[in-house]
């Protein structure tokens, strides 16, 4: 291989590792507290379609318009990182506290009393971020960052 495209390709592979690394830390995409433990099924559909070496063209023909996009620049190569939303909202009932319940023993017949928990609907809104990064209109990698926001109703 000549030093030019040898020189070209380690550029592009720093790049892409630093520009993934400043997805997870810039100040517009929500960061979660530990790292997901699932992706969602619209997210992991879109993700399975993806190839490395992708153009721009062939992306958009398969997920259609990114939500956001963002220039970046470094080492001399440009590229952009483009994002894609999934959000999805689940109710799931969960414990908050436990309560104290008159009852009687069975086997003696005596009162006593028995734990039982209480329980309170839980709202999860869930928006999973599938982020490309695109260099010379080509895909060269992608990730996908979860936000959760609960709350109680």
């Not at 592979?13 to 433990?37: G, H």
């Not at 956001?68 to 959000?87: D, E, H, M, N």
């Not at 104290?100 to 999860?124: C, F, H, M, S, W």
Request: glycine fraction near 6%; aromatic fraction near 4%; charge should be neutral.
């Amino acid at each position: 291989m000549n030093a030019p495209t040898v020189t070209m390709k380690v550029a592009a592979s720093c790049l892409a590792a630093t520009l993934l690394a400043a997805c997870a830390s810039d100040a517009n995409s929500p960061v979660p507290a530990a790292a997901p433990q699932s992706v969602s099924a619209s997210a992991m559909a879109a993700s399975a379609k993806l190839a490395k070496g992708l153009t721009g063209e062939q992306v958009r023909a398969l997920l259609g318009a990114p939500a956001t996009t963002k220039p970046i620049a470094a080492g001399g190569v440009t590229g952009q990182i483009w994002s894609y939303l999934f959000r999805s909202t689940d109710v799931r009932s969960v414990a908050v506290a436990t309560q104290e319940l008159p009852a009687v023993n069975p086997l003696t017949g005596k009162d006593t009393t028995r734990t039982e928990p209480i329980y309170k609907d839980q709202t999860v809104e869930t928006t999973d971020t599938l982020h490309l990064l695109m260099v010379g209109d080509q895909l060269v990698e992608w990730r996908v960052v979860r936000d959760e926001k609960s709350q109680f109703n």
